[in-house]
């Protein structure tokens, strides 16, 4: 559907469906997202990925803005933060304890997103906890810079949708999601299948020196988000392709701009309309993380951790699609197995339907 849909995309709006609303969406998430990364790049914050990323995920996930959402998503950064010190600070000396205690917010995190309505506040915590984890082990970063970097992130990405939702409202008004209906069973098989997925991840980002590896962390984490096999084959699928298209966008405005690369007001046009594009793929597939919502983000993280005079983007073009493919190989398998053994019991057994 995902790939239909992208094929879909350079058709004339009325063979698509691509409502007001969609269009609205897409506004908002082109202007946040332009505008996160002109802040971050214009004050060169440490880790403007954070700034970059965190309001393309809230707008692109979440459609509309109450206070429920904000609660959700800056609360999730607060509790991060502390648990992150905790874990860190006091656990490191204990690898073993430190890998269990990991592993219990994992599963906590996805448990909250399996059962739906803290779905928000269980998603941002599986991303904050794992980059926050890959940051913080290397002994070169700043703990109180990341920290409060993370926070100032969400909450500025709380601020940039109020304001986008304000500035730019929806023609009509939008359901509520379909609720899915899920058993015991197949709670606890999402929840303990991808936090121990999420825990190996985490195990072998601190085993191996993989401080330029975000994107293939993040790619491996977010793949985890439908938590199931299946869904996760998809997401992959999805992924693989997001990546691709938007790291071929980036090589081609780095080779268009070449030396003038470090000047925002060349940049950010050229920014946004990659943004737009992805975004209204994002916005016409309807699947949550699909191509469009990979490509964004892989936009966001590109931009936002190595918008450098100094860094070489198409050297990172390259390493981020040989690096994403390879972590996406190796979490499917992990995957694939761990589903395998969660099946063996009737209390963790998740049937996939036809």
């Known amino acids: 559907m995902s790939i239909n849909t992208l094929a879909r995309v350079f058709t004339p709006h009325d063979n698509i469906t691509f409502t007001a609303n969609d269009f609205r969406q897409t506004l908002r998430i082109v202007v946040a997202g332009t505008l996160a990364l002109s802040v ?7 880790y403007g990925v954070f700034f970059v990323v965190y309001p393309i995920m809230l707008l692109s996930l979440v459609p509309v803005f109450n206070r429920h959402v904000a ?29 269990l205690v990991v592993f219990a917010l994992y599963v906590m995190r996805f448990r909250f997103m399996s059962q739906g309505p803290l779905f928000l506040f269980g998603s941002m915590g599986v991303v904050c906890q794992s980059v926050m984890l890959n940051f913080m082990s290397y ?6 810079t990341l920290m409060f970097s993370n926070v100032e992130a969400s909450i500025m990405a ?10 730019i409202p929806d023609v009509e008004p939008r359901g509520r999601p379909p609720l899915i209906e899920k058993d015991a069973a197949r709670v606890r098989h999402e929840s303990l299948l991808s936090g121990t997925v999420a825990t190996i991840i985490f195990v072998i980002f601190q085993i191996s020196d993989l401080s330029d590896s975000l994107s293939a962390l993040m ?66 597939e309807k699947v949550g993380a699909g191509v469009g919502f990979s490509s964004i983000t892989t936009i966001g993280i590109m931009f936002g951790q190595n918008l450098h005079p ?7 073009d390259l390493y981020r699609v040989t690096s994403v493919t390879v972590a996406l190989v190796a979490t499917l398998t992990m995957v694939f197995l761990v589903h395998l053994i969660l099946n063996r019991f009737a209390a963790t057994r998740y049937i996939i339907a036809d």
């Open 310 to 316: 100094e860094q070489d983007l198409v050297f990172s």
């Open 139 to 144: 002994p070169t970063n700043d703990w109180h």
């Open 158 to 167: 709380v601020c940039l949708s109020a304001l986008m939702n304000y500035l």
């Open 71 to 99: 609660k959700q998503f800056i609360f999730s950064a607060v509790l991060n933060g502390i648990e992150m010190v905790l874990i860190i600070g006091f656990l490191s000396r204990w690898p073993v304890i430190m890998t």
């Open 219 to 284: 790619a491996g984490i977010l793949i985890l988000f439908p938590m199931n096999y299946r869904g996760a084959v998809m997401s992959s699928l999805w992924r693989v392709v997001g990546v691709v298209l938007a790291c071929l966008y980036i090589l081609a405005v780095q080779l268009l701009l070449y030396d003038h690369s470090s000047h925002m007001l060349l940049m950010m046009p050229l920014i946004g309309l990659g943004l737009a594009f992805s975004a209204r793929l994002h916005v016409m």
């Open 40 to 46: 971050s790049t214009f004050y060169n914050v440490q």
